[in-house]
């Protein structure tokens, strides 16, 4: 598996996947073959890149969107540059909230080269369901035409009360820059905080972020099919991530 992303960017302003891996004590600095390297290497099998080292071109366009505000379309296109590629298989997971989003998704995702898809109704875009409520995804295999499975929590034991994992109440308030600011946390503590969530899920306690690795794992797997049903697939997450196994292999990549 390999996640890219970057430092910062608006309109948002959040907590990425490189500040929130950096704060779990990740090397966020890898480049392509030094990523590819570890993906292959079978105790580790995962690695981020950031943009800033794959698609240099694409990360110096950050100062014309943060002058654009709105979401521009490279915001839609960049989840799909795909810094690195299988040599039997490439396959793509991401997130959407709109409707239209998913056949625009899966039709990029054919001519950017990925040999299958699946497409997340995630909480505010991502590629984890509501832990609440009824949700779905939108799959391809090779030539096949999309497909829509409908999902629920419920039916791999998930019952929460919140729809994501919660930010803490004590997190601070971010520190205000010009007239406005993009959030009103401090975007570093919430990536901090997140880290910790994170390890912890990793190592097996229970609660919302256990359960939201348990929820994207079993879609992604059932995607795959190394798993005929849902419940099976959740089943062998709770099981990596109950044995250690899971957190090893990210440590393994610090």
């Known amino acids: 598996?390999?996640?890219?992303?970057?430092?910062?960017?608006?309109?948002?302003?959040?907590?990425?996947?490189?500040k929130v891996l950096r704060?779990?004590?990740?090397?966020v600095d890898?480049?392509?073959?030094q990523a590819a390297k570890q993906i292959g290497n079978l105790a580790v099998g995962?690695?981020?890149?950031?943009?800033?080292?794959?698609c240099p071109a694409l990360h110096e366009l950050i100062q014309l969107r943060t002058r654009i505000v709105k979401r521009p379309v490279v915001t839609t296109v960049e989840v799909l540059a795909g810094p690195v590629r299988g040599t039997s298989k490439t396959h793509l997971m991401t997130g959407y909230v709109h409707k239209a989003y998913p056949p625009i998704y899966a039709h990029l995702a054919r001519l950017a080269g990925f040999d299958t898809a699946v497409i997340i109704r995630g909480v505010e875009g991502g590629v984890i369901p509501s832990l609440t409520q009824p949700s779905r995804f939108f799959h391809y295999v090779d030539s096949t035409d999309i497909v829509r499975q409908d999902i629920t929590p419920q039916e791999i034991g998930i019952e929460q009360t919140t729809r994501a994992v919660p930010l803490p109440d004590?997190?601070?308030?971010a520190k205000k820059v010009g007239d406005e600011i993009a959030t009103e946390i401090d975007i570093e503590a919430a990536a901090q905080a997140a880290a910790v969530a994170g390890l912890e899920a990793l190592a097996g306690k229970a609660g919302a972020a256990r359960d939201s690795l348990i929820y994207a794992g079993a879609i992604m797997l059932t995607h795959l099919q190394r798993f005929d049903s849902m419940q099976s697939a959740a089943k062998h997450v709770r099981e990596a991530l109950d044995s250690g196994e899971a957190l090893s292999r990210f440590r393994a990549a610090a």
């Not at 995962?46 to 794959?54: G, N, T």
């Open 23 to 27: 704060a779990a004590g990740i090397n």
């Open 1 to 18: 598996a390999v996640s890219h992303g970057l430092e910062t960017v608006g309109p948002k302003y959040g907590a990425t996947h490189r």
């Open 46 to 54: 995962w690695a981020y890149i950031d943009q800033k080292v794959f």
């Open 170 to 173: 004590d997190l601070p308030a």
């Open 30 to 33: 890898l480049t392509s073959s």
